[in-house]
């Protein structure tokens, strides 16, 4: 599907043609459009954004405002105050642990996170806790990667403050429940936030419908450009917890007495943004709702469903997390007791690009009882000949041992 719109994917790698790029969970290619919209701002348009009255400044801050309307209707957020533009998952998840946490928590207060978090949903609150002394409280998975939905509501209580977890996992795969999950928190009156990173490439996002009170991502895992990402945030919410960084455009007014803040989203947007960089992310979503998450789902879940039939054929091959129909277009597994890292650095020879290592998640290969694991990771670009050279590859490697 659409290839050719990715001229990377053309690529010869030790002499290898063509290139099988199977690591769209750590980022994805970017199509020609995204490129050519972002190229064609720095030739025609490129000037700093809302302050200037010259031509170019409003044609500038017209593209990047525009681009905040198009993530808007990509999460179907209320308005556009509630979308901020931020550097990624990361800086969006930090953001709030930070924020939030300055707003609402205090010492002996706690943050229910689970078990497959990757770092930056778990470090961030960690950098709230040396501050204010709070409490982590961990939601356990099954054997099969499912969070144990039963362990999630014992963990509430009167100190419970805000819920932090994943969409789907980076390293299982797995799409975790998180209408359940807000639901029993709002039961609770504690708000979530939901890291969807590994879910806005492939599933179609509602915020409203969801009604998460946060929800962050990054524009590098759906096809936008590296540097920007997004925080969804309530209104109420927003309006309520202090800016992040002072700086710029975050003001309204500034005197060494008393400084006032600007209206949302700007309260958070400190500093030059990487208006550039939007217009390329407003690229990536329009790109990918053209084409539409319903034919996006059918193309990955054939790709997921035909990967573990062909990978279960492989002698010794061990899958992790849920079953196939369970399971997102994410697959991390293990051969024998071959390293992931010589089976990742062999592939790579064979021109066949996967990720090895922990994925950003130790507490879960912890859980899992290993050190890391191979990941084979789908985008919508990928193709059942992928798969097949995939398995070629490993069976290659695997005679080598
Ligand atoms: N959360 C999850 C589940 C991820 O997979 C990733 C990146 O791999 C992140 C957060 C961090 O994303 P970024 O590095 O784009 O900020």
New binding site residues.
Partial sequence: MRKEDFPILQKVIYGKYPLVYLDN???TQKPRQVVEAMTEEYYNVNANVHRGVHFLSQQATELHEASRETVRQFLNARSTSEIIFT???????NLVASCFGQAFMKEGDEVILSEM??H??IVSWQLLQARLNIRLRIIPITDDGHLCMEEYEKLFNERTRIVSV?H???VLGTINPVRDIIRIAHEHEVPVLI?G??STPHLNIDVQELDCDFF?F?G??IYGPTGI?VLYGKEKWLERIPPYMGGGEMIKNVSFERTTFNDLPYKFEAGTPDYIASTGLAKALEYVTSIGFDTIQVHEKDLTNYAFERLMEIEGMHIYGPKAEEHEAVISFQVGNIHHLDMGTLLDRLGIAVRTGH??AEPLMRRLGIEGTCRASFALYNTRQDIDALVEGIQRVSKMF
């Fill in positions: 969970a750590a980022t550097r990624g998952t990361t800086e969006s998840i978090e990757h930056s949903n994943t789907v996992s980076n890291d990173a590994q962050a990054s590098h895992k990402g994925h950003c």
